[in-house]
């Protein structure tokens, strides 16, 4: 669905990644992972074609983004930013209904159609009682869900989504989570930087483990995901461990910690 | 309330501004008199006072707080500043600059207006071209490039000021505070007016997505740089038509926009033309009063925009609890 192009992402004096050519394609769960810096966020939001420079390298169902209108790409790329504005002058709702702005048909107002979705995403995340609560006023972990319900709102056939669990307490975690993997279960492509490895493993079929300095392991758990790539795209010991037949990654005991950390 | 509700009250409060302020003058006309020569029956004197002079001041004073007032809702969502207004483009600054040369040399007033147009249009693009870089405007950049410049501009004005004869200072000073005595005709400004609207309310519902940041507009689907350049450009011109008819009115550029968002029309599909009612009637209530309350004194219109708006704005933002921010 979504292809990088032999991408390079780089800042004056430091290349974090070069000649990254994957292809994500539609109903698989990518996580991308690596330290802080390492090139996450710019990656992701390369792939959502809002880094204008790289829009040539990432194709869009074949089709390179630049050649795609804005309106057409964010109708089928939906993202959550790492970071968005917590000023906005209306309501929960009012947030909710600008996700349907790609869609939106009339000029001025919001369809039967728009205004039922952002309803019923409202109360999927559990915000049905908050819908007309100005958005401001909103706790940061309300936030964040009024911000999903507005992602899904939109509707698109990929969700590139930068650490999507920020702000929520366990259960909302496990709920945006399954949500997602819902999504890719009927088709979409899901595309988010994590920092948590148990959800991580548990919730995506591939990985992207990037460096920082250029190199890059992109491939299905069995090609990607194992105590040594992790150990070695942290920087930091970890190992694995089997808990009723699910691998999980746990960080090493302080005496295995080498000394580059 | 409702939102169309808050709308028709700024409406009916526009129209009663309108009929206010071609109501009061020096000559006090009678309301009969006033409707017989509004509906066009009658000619004579009071006609002449009602159609030649109060109801151009009037027209002229309503298209220049519309503008005014429309572009500063318009640099608040561009510039995600809420302290934005329409003066940061230089635009004021190189207009009195042209005009306060053009007054300082003698010259009349279409060559005032001439001197006026090209320095606003001098000092913008100067501000705009400084300001962009990479393919893109930076609003800090922006912000920061329109201070400067504006404070070069003022250190010019007060050169201007210090070496102009007595005389010619006080209808400088005029100028430099807003003032609709010079207006003219108000059908340019009203017919600009018109066309920004017409424009503009479509855009509406892409304005409150611009308004979440460039990156998550440009994911909703706008065109962000496209959208930026033409809402400058618009911005740019309603400040430019206003100042070229009141000089550099303070006040309402900055502060209708607020103004309305505390009323509850947040919503830039209702901020916009409401700012556009609400700044043009605020502005023809505050000539009105510079005009007559004072007779036969006559203030510049920008020190009573100032004085009516401080108090209302301060008794909403007092009135409105925190949890209905």
């Not at chain 1, 209904?97 to 939106?104: D, V």
């Not at chain 1, 920020?166 to 899901?190: F, I, N, T, W």
């Not at chain 1, 988010?192 to 079929?205: G, I």
């Amino acid at each position: 669905m979504l292809r990088a192009e032999n991408l390079r992402i780089a800042f004056p004096g430091r290349t974090l990644v070069d000649g990254l050519s994957v292809d994500f394609g539609a109903g698989q769960v990518w996580a991308i992972l690596g330290r802080n810096g390492s090139g996450k966020s710019t990656l992701l939001r390369t792939l959502a074609g809002l880094q204008p420079s790289q829009t040539k390298n990432v194709l869009l169902d074949g089709a390179p983004l630049h050649s795609i209108s804005r309106r057409q790409a964010a109708a089928r790329i939906g993202v959550l930013l790492q970071e968005e504005s917590a000023e906005f002058w209306g309501t929960a709702r009012d947030y909710v209904l600008l996700g349907r702005h790609p869609h939106a048909a009339g000029v001025f107002g919001w369809s039967r159609i728009d205004e039922d979705i952002a309803e019923t995403e409202l109360a999927a995340q559990n915000l049905g009682a908050f819908s007309g609560r100005a958005y401001t006023t909103l706790s940061g972990g309300e936030r964040q869900r009024a911000r999903a319900a507005a992602l899904f709102a939109q509707r698109p056939r990929a969700y590139l989504v930068d650490e999507p669990l920020q702000h929520l307490d366990l259960p909302h975690q496990v709920a945006l989570l399954e949500r997602l993997s819902l999504e890719a279960r009927q088709g979409a492509l899901v595309v988010m930087v994590l920092h948590d490895l148990l959800f991580a493993s548990r919730y995506c079929s591939h990985f992207l483990l990037l460096y920082g300095d250029g190199r890059f392991n992109a491939g299905s758990r069995d090609q990607a995901l194992n105590a040594a790539t992790l150990s070695d795209v942290y920087g930091f010991p970890l190992e694995a461990i089997e808990v009723r037949g699910e691998q999980l990654f746990l960080p090493g005991p302080p005496s295995a910690r080498g000394p580059h950390v | 309330m409702q939102r169309g509700r808050i709308l028709l009250l700024i409406f009916l409060f526009t129209l009663a501004a309108l009929t206010g302020s071609v109501a009061v003058g020096s000559v006090s006309i009678p309301a009969g008199d006033l409707f017989a020569a509004l509906s066009g029956r009658v000619s004579g004197p009071v006609a002449d006072i009602v159609w030649k002079l109060r109801l151009p001041r009037a027209a002229a004073g309503f298209a220049c707080g519309g503008l005014l007032a429309l572009a500063g809702a318009l640099l608040q969502v561009l510039l995600r500043n809420p302290l934005a207004d329409p003066y940061i483009f230089g635009v004021s600054g190189g207009a009195a600059l042209g005009v306060l040369l053009a007054m300082l040399l003698g010259l009349g007033i279409a060559t005032q207006t001439g001197l006026g147009l090209a320095g606003a249009i001098c000092a913008s693009a100067a501000v705009f071209l400084l300001s962009f870089r990479g393919g893109e405007w930076n609003p800090y950049r922006l912000l920061l490039t329109g201070v400067v410049v504006a404070a070069g501009l003022n250190a010019a004005l007060s050169l201007i000021l210090v070496l102009a004869p007595h005389a010619t200072v006080k209808g400088m000073l005029y100028w430099l505070m807003g003032d609709l005595g010079y207006a003219g005709n108000p059908v340019p400004a009203l017919l600009v007016l018109a066309v920004l609207v017409v424009v503009l309310l479509p855009l509406g519902r892409t304005l409150n997505v611009l308004a979440l940041g460039r990156s998550k507009a440009l994911s909703l689907g706008v065109p962000v740089a496209g959208m930026e350049i033409l809402l400058y450009f618009l911005a740019a011109v309603a400040t430019v038509t206003a100042v070229l008819v009141g000089g550099t009115i303070g006040f309402i550029g900055l502060i209708v926009p607020h103004l309305v968002r505390l009323l509850g029309l947040a919503d830039h599909r209702w901020l916009l033309p409401a700012s556009v009612l609400a700044g043009g009637s605020l502005l023809v209530v505050a000539d009105a009063l510079a005009r007559s309350a004072w007779a036969p004194l006559q203030f510049p219109v920008g020190v009573l925009t100032a004085l009516l708006g401080v108090p209302v704005l301060l008794l909403l933002l007092a009135g409105r609890s925190d949890a209905s921010r």
